[in-house]
């Protein structure tokens, strides 16, 4: 059984565990940050895009005044893969609710030349001080009890190749999105999960960023196959997530000239809505 199937002995706490350790970047001076990108969060030999949106999100924090990202939109440039990368950080504005910056994660090439792969532009503010007034007519996704959904481990690869990040989530796809895994995928743009990581840690806001882009594509269930890179993600953080696990739903409306727009949302376990995206992905027609 793979490592994301079973459950830890002992939960994780905010801070130390896996997700935080691999996210963690080391300040080389001001606005300059080292880390080495793990190759526990890839898919093939590529590093998923909400990982690396949580590990810019993270030099953001350090560098702004407030803690949490309120809005952050990220521009894929190039694949970033597993191995050292610099994070440089930019202070745009600093106000008294919110202050701006702006990131960009660089690798080397092979004639040790930067090559940018990620560029992004947040505003972050303290999720704590916002006030409890809340009026949506939005509502959970209905997602059958966590035990009667399906994970990883339950089937195929649904992308030939190494799947490393499977094994650091707890994911559980509602059986009613999953006809892909079956050869049989309806049609619908939807995927909806209970979704956690594998240690137990609880949800923060940092790992929402996470959470927006670590389902199996939309496209699979439309009947596409392969991998699905993101050009462009924004997330919106809404509320500190309360401890326990997580509710995602992901539908995709429209797909042309082989692109396609996934919106997210996410879902604590008290009802509440603790974050929203949308991403343009690239498709592989044919």
Not at 49 to 70: E, K, N, Q, S
Not at 131 to 144: E, Q
Not at 204 to 231: C, M, N, Q, R, Y
Request: aromatic fraction near 6%; charge should be negative.
């Amino acid at each position: 059984m793979p490592e994301g199937a079973s459950a830890p002995a002992a939960p994780a706490v905010i801070g130390a565990g896996e997700f935080d350790r691999d996210t963690a970047v080391t300040r080389r001076a001001p606005g300059v940050y080292d880390i080495d990108l793990s190759a526990g969060w890839t898919i093939i030999s590529a590093v998923n895009g909400g990982y690396l949106l949580a590990v810019l999100g993270r030099a953001l924090a350090d560098t702004l005044p407030h803690p949490d990202p309120f809005t952050i939109t990220a521009h894929y440039l190039t694949a970033s893969h597993p191995g050292p990368a610099v994070v440089r950080t930019e202070t745009v504005r600093t106000g008294r609710t919110l202050s701006t910056g702006q990131a960009s994660l660089y690798q080397y090439d092979d004639h040790g030349n930067e090559v940018e792969r990620i560029r992004v532009l947040a505003s972050y503010g303290d999720l704590a001080d916002l006030p409890d007034d809340v009026r949506t007519t939005a509502k959970p996704p209905a997602i059958p009890p966590l035990e009667q959904c399906f994970g990883p481990e339950d089937g195929p690869a649904p992308v030939e190749g190494s799947s490393a990040i499977a094994d650091r989530l707890m994911l559980k796809l509602d059986p009613s999105t999953l006809g892909w895994a079956l050869g049989a995928p309806s049609g619908k743009g939807e995927m909806r999960a209970w979704f956690g990581l594998a240690d137990g840690r609880d949800a923060d806001p940092l790992s929402l960023l996470l959470t927006v882009d670590a389902l199996p594509p939309t496209a699979f269930e439309i009947g596409l196959k392969g991998w699905v890179p993101t050009v462009e993600l924004t997330v919106h953080v809404r509320h500190r997530p309360a401890p326990g696990p997580l509710r995602v739903a992901i539908t995709t409306r429209n797909l042309a000239g082989g692109f396609l727009e996934e919106d997210a949302e996410v879902w604590d376990s008290e009802d509440r809505l603790v974050a929203q995206s949308r991403q343009l992905a690239r498709v592989r027609l044919g």
